[in-house]
């Protein structure tokens, strides 16, 4: 077993988890990446087709863990293919997850330097932002799990103020016509929202910590829906605000279009700062989440204390992090590691579920 009962958590916990983690960098590219990909306005199509994609996933990782009860995927894999193929895969995946923590603390590092600290070193951002990182899983899942209780409901409420703020720019011809383009182009962009979605994997982590793991599926339902309405709402407004041609020339479309207007007569008059807020405090819980799963990864994988990996793993984060030259490079960053995730999580968790069931394995 890895967790004491004092490390289990409740379905909601595990919900609220697995929505922090999904929201992250996509709120603020998702409306770019995607529409590149198509130049269409139906890019919302996609973004449901995405998360409709990710809820299937999601459940075949469930189902996954639910046959080895109490147990990570670091921790099963082995008796599924094997003590070393399931060791080298266990690896690969703690370091896609230090990967992600990486591109995670880069990309906040560049937006609060552009939009909120300019000038400020790109160290002298991220080095705070990951010690109060290693502070907080140094606790466990459960200080984890309460942290983020804390952070979801004022994301809702803050993101929900701030965009209906925009519907004085909207414009509903912005996303007409309907399939102008026909359904081809749409298909072809599920690949880039499918991406959005990353952190459906963390499932495969989550289950082992649940209190009722057979409420997992409902978590994984749950929590993807959730997050296909944050997206979906987020790309109709900023594509409705900004049009399809406004949106591909711009970096970080969702801050532009929270600066494309004020409100005169309150004592705030720009909202960008708003919407940085959460942003921000969604960045750290991926980043927490993702440091947290790769360091149990390494102390499973190795079967010592987690503590002394925690720390370990810091400078490699850091390194990682700050490797890319510019935003080009960062976004090839967070290209590769997309992509990787779509091999890892997309395509390996089926056959492991099929080998698994065909070797009758269950603990």
């Known amino acids: 077993m890895i967790a004491s009962p004092k490390d289990k958590i409740s379905a909601p916990q595990a919900t609220v988890i697995l929505i922090n983690y999904m929201l992250a960098a996509g709120i603020l590219t998702l409306p770019r ?5 198509i130049n269409s306005p139906d890019v919302w199509i996609t973004v449901i087709l995405g998360g409709v994609i990710a809820m299937i996933a999601g459940v075949i990782m469930v189902k996954l863990s639910q046959r080895y009860s109490g147990k990570t995927f670091y921790q099963y894999s082995h008796e599924i293919i094997g003590k070393w193929i399931g060791g080298v895969l266990g690896f690969i995946v703690v370091i896609y997850f230090f990967t992600l923590s990486a591109y995670e603390v880069r990309v906040l590092a560049e937006v609060t330097s552009l939009f909120l600290l300019e000038g400020t070193p790109l160290w002298a951002i991220i080095m705070p932002f990951m010690w109060i990182g290693l502070y907080l899983i140094a606790g466990g899942i459960n200080p984890i799990a309460r942290l983020f209780e804390l952070i979801l409901p004022i994301t809702v409420v803050i993101f929900l103020l701030v965009i209906s703020m925009s519907f004085g720019i909207f414009e509903i011809d912005n996303l007409r016509p309907v399939l ?4 081809m182009p749409v298909l072809k962009g599920v690949k880039s929202t499918v991406l959005a979605y990353l952190g459906i994997e963390i499932m495969l982590i989550l289950v082992a910590f649940m209190s009722k793991p057979n409420q997992a599926v409902k978590v994984v339902l749950a929590g993807t829906a959730i997050s296909i309405g944050f997206y979906l709402i987020t790309v109709v407004m900023v594509i409705g605000a900004l049009s399809v041609t406004g949106v591909v020339s711009k970096t970080w479309p969702s801050i532009d279009l929270i600066r494309s207007f004020e409100i005169t007569g309150l004592i705030f008059e720009r909202f960008e700062s708003f ?8 960045i750290f819980t991926t980043f927490t989440i993702s440091y947290y799963a790769a360091a149990l990864g390494m102390a499973q994988l190795f079967k010592k204390k987690i503590t002394p990996f925690i720390f370990g793993l810091l400078p490699v ?3 990682i992090g700050m490797s890319p030259q510019n935003i080009n490079d960062l976004f090839r960053l967070g290209d590769l590691v997309g992509y990787a995730a779509l091999f890892l999580f997309g395509v390996m ?15």
């Open 180 to 183: 102008g383009s026909g359904i």
């Open 349 to 363: 968790p089926l056959p492991m579920l099929l080998i698994s069931k065909w070797r009758g394995g269950k603990a």
């Open 317 to 319: 984060i850091y390194i």
């Open 33 to 37: 990446t995607s529409v590149e990909k």
């Open 275 to 282: 919407l940085l807020t959460i942003w921000i405090m969604q």
